[in-house]
């Protein structure tokens, strides 16, 4: 069963695990895929998810119920009307408490890495902000605020960015580190014409909670 954290005529917002692909991966295996029509609720048309978030990220993700509203907050995140909170456990103690970190990047792939993001000046622009929440025994809790939504972006600007890369991550960091790449959408908020905002929150999930993390 995954949770509902928010929901109107028009939108869902959904609590997804961690492990969880949005898409079928082309192997096969469980995704997304297999909750849709139970997320019907009673609507005619499955939800359609409008963004993408990591297999390996869990949180909050949104998800439209009617082509239109897909349209219309497909619009609201190319225009930056959707804030964002992430929260992740970093692999160290940054040097300062807070800060913001502006990488321009592109994708690269090689046949031993696979593909992956790295910063590179002719790439696309990309703003995080951070700041330290908790120091924990194995790393740093971080509160992440991106302005872009580049693909990676939080993963790649916690290694390049801050030099200290997501515990657990297999591509910029290390996958013995932690029990997944410890990266949680933990808020989403989207601006609409006319409409109330949707507002979301996402608790914590276990694995953040058993290293110590607490939020607020």
Not at 52 to 66: E, F, K, M, V, Y
Not at 169 to 188: E, I, K, N, Q
Not at 199 to 210: C, K, S
């Amino acid at each position: 069963m995954i949770d509902i954290l928010f929901e109107d005529g028009e939108a869902l917002v959904i609590d997804k695990p961690a492990g969880l692909p949005i898409e079928r991966p082309r192997k096969g295996g469980p995704s997304l895929e297999d909750h849709l029509d139970a997320l019907k609720l009673g609507f005619q048309r499955p939800p359609v998810p409008v963004h993408r978030i990591d297999t390996d990220t869990s949180g909050c993700l949104l998800l439209a119920r009617n082509p239109k509203a897909l349209k219309r907050f497909a619009r609201a995140f190319e225009e930056r009307k959707v804030g964002k909170r992430y929260l992740g456990i970093v692999s160290g103690v940054p040097e300062t408490d807070a800060g913001t970190i502006e990488l321009a990047l592109s994708k690269i792939s090689s046949a031993e890495k696979g593909w992956r993001m790295i910063a590179a000046k002719k790439g696309k622009p990309s703003v995080t902000h951070w700041r330290v929440l908790q120091t924990l025994d194995l790393g740093t809790l971080i509160e992440f605020t991106p302005e872009t939504g580049r693909t990676h972006q939080i993963r790649i600007h916690a290694a390049a960015g801050l030099g200290l890369p997501l515990l657990g991550d297999p591509v910029y960091g290390d996958t013995t580190s932690g029990p997944r790449t410890m990266l949680h959408a933990a808020g989403l908020s989207v601006e609409r014409e006319g409409k109330p905002p949707i507002v979301a929150v996402a608790p914590l999930p276990a694995d953040f909670v058993a290293m110590g993390a607490r939020d607020g």
